[in-house]
């Protein structure tokens, strides 16, 4: 069982920066590590869609080809926590950006077992 918070989302001019946190609490008897890790995101009226994944270690990102380049994903095992560094957003960036854990690293939403609140990112032109 694992149950994950986002938080950092906000308003933001377009060219603007956002860091978006995830932090994970962990069923006893399991551990963070043994999770991949990603980001989505759904705008209002469309469908979800891929952000960011990354693997059990981290050593593996796979980025959406919207954001790569102005997107960075990380975590942190000992803190439980992973990270979506925003740069550059434009206006199509806004949307409500979730956090999910999976047994494996995958950009398909339907592989995610476990899936945070979300938070809202607002960027203006």
């Known amino acids: 069982q694992v149950q994950l918070v986002e938080s950092g989302g906000g308003l933001v001019q377009a060219g603007g920066s956002l860091r978006l946190s995830c932090a994970a609490s962990?069923?006893?008897?399991?551990?963070?590590?043994?999770?991949?890790m990603g980001w989505f995101r759904q705008a209002p009226g469309k469908e979800r869609e891929f952000v960011a994944a990354f693997s059990r270690s981290g050593e593996y990102t796979k980025y959406a080809g919207s954001v790569k380049g102005r997107f960075t994903a990380s975590r942190d095992t000992a803190k439980n926590t992973v990270y979506l560094q925003m740069n550059s957003l434009k206006p199509e960036d806004t949307a409500v950006y979730y956090c999910?854990?999976?047994?494996?690293?995958?950009?398909?939403?339907?592989?995610?077992?476990?899936w945070g609140q979300g938070t809202q990112v607002t960027v203006s032109s």
């Open positions: 962990v069923a006893s008897g399991r551990t963070f590590s043994r999770y991949a």
């Open positions: 999910a854990a999976a047994g494996g690293y995958s950009e398909y939403g339907v592989n995610y077992e476990y």
